[in-house]
């Protein structure tokens, strides 16, 4: 059971795969995709796209999650992050991989143990679960995080992990407690 | 020289493919691509990036253009928006298509003769200049009205329609003529 984590960005689109294997959970693969410096929004928009769907075909998840947007009182700001987030969402869905969305609270309170972490202590973390060297990227970090806290959350719910529940307005309650780390 | 207009909504997603025959502006296609009830947001995204591409596929636009994008007060409605708006520049831009931008006021002006036309006058001003049989759709007069204005300033002022100008932030003068009838 492979699952993609993605926190889409106007700036940055982070990802990370992670897998269930025997009851543990294990890392595969994460990184940053910068929406970069191309001539144009819809080129670099084109490009997120691409890029996207190189990371499903790398590394085949059974299912996505996506962090829920947060938006703040800016409506341009939105907009501009808005786009993103619906290039990443068709990227996946194109793919015939469900999405699922989790808030950040409940990502953090899986992850960290409070649902007002900072950045810094998602990464801490994250690298820490995943035995991973050094510590990944804020972006990165967090589309983990997002990775582990639904393959835990689902584990411990006896849910289908590749059912799609994005179009649901469910509000799932928050996982309490630790991550095991693989071995 | 084949010009393809996009009105992305949150909703709907109008196009409109017209063509420079001569000095002659016609009509070539119009649609309404709804985003449909399919299960979950992410779907109704990766169809709307299919369908899109099925209409470029189809039609073998030179240019697009898309109406910038009117933000009101709501974040949430123009996280929304964008997400729509995001797959439709992506899908665009991945098979070489430039697009520009246009203000709704620029379109108008350009299509009814004032900045603040209501939709039914623009619905009627594109099917009277495109000698069309009935009134098309509000999201694809939208459409087909970008695509008009685009065709026509860029005419007028000599521009290279194919030309990538969204990534910048120049102000278009509202072109003050009229739109020559196909015949």
Same mark, same amino acid.
């Given at each position: 059971?492979?699952?993609?984590?993605?926190?889409?960005?106007?700036?940055?689109?982070?990802?990370?795969?992670?897998?269930?294997?025997?009851? +543990?959970?294990?890392?595969?693969?994460?990184?940053?995709? +910068?929406?970069?410096?191309?001539?144009?929004?819809?080129?670099?928009?084109?490009?997120?796209?691409?890029?996207?769907?190189?990371?499903?075909?790398?590394?085949?998840?059974?299912?996505?999650?996506?962090?829920?947007?947060?938006?703040?009182?800016? /409506?341009?700001? /939105?907009?501009?992050?808005?786009?993103?987030?619906?290039?990443?969402?068709?990227?996946?869905?194109?793919?015939?991989?469900?999405?699922?969305?989790?808030?950040?609270?409940?990502?953090?309170?899986?992850?960290?143990?409070?649902?007002?972490?900072?950045?810094?202590?998602?990464?801490?973390?994250?690298? $820490?679960?995943?035995?991973?060297?050094?510590?990944? /990227?804020?972006?990165?970090?967090?589309?983990?995080?997002?990775?582990?806290?639904?393959?835990?959350? /689902?584990?411990?719910?006896?849910?289908?992990?590749?059912?799609?529940?994005?179009? $649901? $307005?469910? +509000?799932?309650?928050?996982?309490?407690?630790?991550?095991?780390?693989?071995?």
């Amino acid at each position: 059971m492979r699952i993609l984590g993605i926190d889409p960005g106007s700036n940055a689109t982070g990802y990370g795969v992670i897998e269930r294997r025997e009851g +543990r959970v294990v890392h595969v693969a994460h990184g940053v995709l +910068r929406l970069g410096r191309a001539d144009g929004m819809e080129r670099r928009l084109a490009q997120l796209h691409a890029e996207l769907l190189a990371v499903i075909e790398a590394h085949q998840p059974d299912a996505a999650v996506v962090e829920r947007a947060f938006v703040g009182t800016s /409506a341009r700001s /939105a907009l501009v992050l808005g786009q993103a987030r619906g290039v990443a969402l068709a990227a996946v869905a194109s793919r015939g991989v469900s999405v699922h969305e989790l808030s950040p609270r409940e990502i953090k309170k899986a992850v960290v143990g409070t649902g007002n972490a900072e950045k810094r202590q998602v990464q801490f973390m994250v690298a $820490r679960l995943l035995e991973l060297e050094g510590r990944p /990227a804020a972006d990165a970090a967090d589309a983990l995080a997002a990775a582990i806290c639904h393959v835990n959350s /689902a584990k411990l719910r006896g849910l289908d992990l590749t059912r799609n529940t994005s179009g $649901r $307005r469910r +509000r799932a309650r928050a996982p309490s407690f630790v991550v095991r780390r693989a071995r």
